[in-house]
């Protein structure tokens, strides 16, 4: 059975930070191109960063150089290090695992706001 579970969401402060966590199991892991996405109330979900199995990255415009993707193949685990967070990131992040098929987890709540 496919989990893939997010956690480290919260509230923060603007600029202030956060790191997301994306444990998977049930799948080859180190395979996946792994994600991260997120979508704001009213608005279509949004690429954020991925990782590809080589580990190539790529972010968003909104985020780069303030947001960082990484991956540990040893823990099946893929991370979001979102620094200088800006009222305008909250958002549910999702997890998202893809090659033969499609894995998304269930989101995890991001409030930036004072």
């Known amino acids: 059975q496919v989990q893939i579970v997010e956690s480290g969401g919260g509230l923060v402060q603007p600029g202030g930070s956060l790191r997301l966590s994306c444990a998977a199991s049930?799948?080859?892991?180190?395979?996946?191109?792994m994600s991260w996405y997120r979508q704001c109330p009213g608005k279509q979900r949004e690429l954020v960063a991925v990782?590809?199995?080589?580990?190539?990255?790529n972010y968003a415009d909104s985020v780069k150089g303030r947001y960082t993707i990484s991956r540990d193949n040893a823990k099946n685990t893929v991370y979001l290090q979102m620094n200088s967070l800006k009222p305008e990131d909250t958002a549910v992040y999702y997890c998202?695992?893809?090659?033969?098929?499609?894995?998304w987890g269930q989101g995890t709540q991001v409030t930036v706001s004072s």
């Open positions: 998202r695992a893809a090659y033969d098929l499609i894995h």
């Open positions: 049930g799948i080859g892991f180190s395979i996946y191109t």
């Open positions: 990782v590809t199995s080589s580990g190539n990255t």
